[in-house]
């Protein structure tokens, strides 16, 4: 009876000890579940952290978080264990990784986010403007597009025209297509545009389809590379990281930093097909400019001069802009080349 109770007791023991060597990462959301970010990052992700660190790390989603520029604020204060937002939604603290934001060049979403992740560093950390934080990841969104509730056949349509910006270089944008900028998270747009409270937005086309706006626009105009991207971080508490064995520290890098950048780039690309069909089946008109259209030929000159005035605007930082800019276009550039063969 001793044996028995004994050996029960060393297996309840042995039990706790797995238990409590178990940590669960709560990642805050503010996105739907049928989201790119949500449907394939997350979960993604999520598998390789447990096989990395052999099931000792889980990830578990925390949906309607609040709004995404809350989200550095509820990693920051432990509140999250782990969360992504746009950098622009808090404007004047992430100045640099907004060099993968400016229009022209690469349009690609993965080759861009490996891009700003090997910039970011290489040029970008030693600046510290995301201290506080944990970074594991940079990535962009597809080529960011002009859906409309009217038709475009001139940048002059644009003129005085409500649209909806979300922040960061898209800001400048707007400011030179000389449009009424109205600042919203992407969750409001659906809701101001049936309203008529915009009369369009700069999205990538997969919001076309996950947030529904196929039906409440009447036309799309695509430009060849896109009109910008947006940048987005994925970062973790520091002191949870640090918290964490030195193995599973180490696990969870190996699955992060360009690795992740380039899942989240590669998913968050592949939903525009989706959102285009989604946009064809709902009767939108979509304009596909060619490159010498006379709206591409437009807009290349109102974007002429924003390599300059970015490298301008980060020059209270410690780092040679010219030379990330540059460095951001010839990785780019390499990393599709290579993905091309």
């Not at 594991?136 to 859906?147: A, C, S």
Request: some cysteine.
């Amino acid at each position: 009876m001793n044996i028995i109770k004994t050996i029960a007791c060393t297996c309840a023991l042995l039990f706790s000890t797995v238990a409590y060597s178990q940590t669960t990462l709560r990642v805050a959301t503010w996105l739907p579940a049928t989201s790119s970010q949500n449907d394939v990052v997350w979960p993604t992700w999520a598998k390789w952290v447990e096989e990395a660190t052999e099931g000792r790390v889980k990830i578990e989603l925390e949906y309607g978080s609040g709004h995404p520029k809350t989200m550095f604020g509820l990693v920051e204060d432990g509140v999250a264990d782990v969360s992504f937002s746009v950098n622009g939604y808090l404007p004047g603290r992430f100045k640099l990784p907004a060099v993968v934001e400016i229009p022209g060049g690469v349009a690609d979403p993965e080759a861009l986010s490996v891009a700003i992740w090997r910039v970011y560093k290489q040029h970008f950390e030693q600046a510290h403007e995301f201290d506080g934080l944990k970074v594991l990841g940079k990535f962009v969104h597809g080529p960011g597009q002009l859906f409309t509730t009217f038709e475009v056949n001139d940048l002059s349509d644009l003129q005085n025209r409500k649209i909806r910006t979300g922040g960061g270089v898209v800001n400048e944008l707007a400011k030179r297509l000389d449009v009424v900028p109205v600042f919203a998270p992407v969750t409001k747009v659906y809701e101001m545009m049936q309203q008529g409270v915009i009369d369009g937005v700069f999205l990538p086309a997969q919001e076309l389809k996950y947030s529904r706006l196929s039906e409440v626009v009447t036309d799309v105009t695509l430009f060849p590379s896109g009109m910008y991207t947006t940048v987005f971080t994925i970062f973790m508490n520091p002191e949870v990281f640090e918290d964490l064995s030195e193995a599973d520290q180490q696990a969870i890098m190996s699955v992060s930093g360009e690795k992740l950048s380039a899942l989240a780039g590669r998913a968050w690309g592949a939903s525009d097909a989706k959102g285009l069909d989604e946009a064809r089946e709902m009767g939108v008109r979509i304009k596909q400019l060619t490159e010498n259209d006379p709206l591409t030929l437009q807009f290349a000159e109102r974007i002429k001069g924003m390599n300059e005035a970015w490298i301008e605007s980060v020059a209270d930082r410690p780092v040679d802009a010219a030379a990330a800019l540059k460095d951001l276009h010839r990785i780019a550039e390499a990393y599709l080349a290579e993905n091309a063969q």
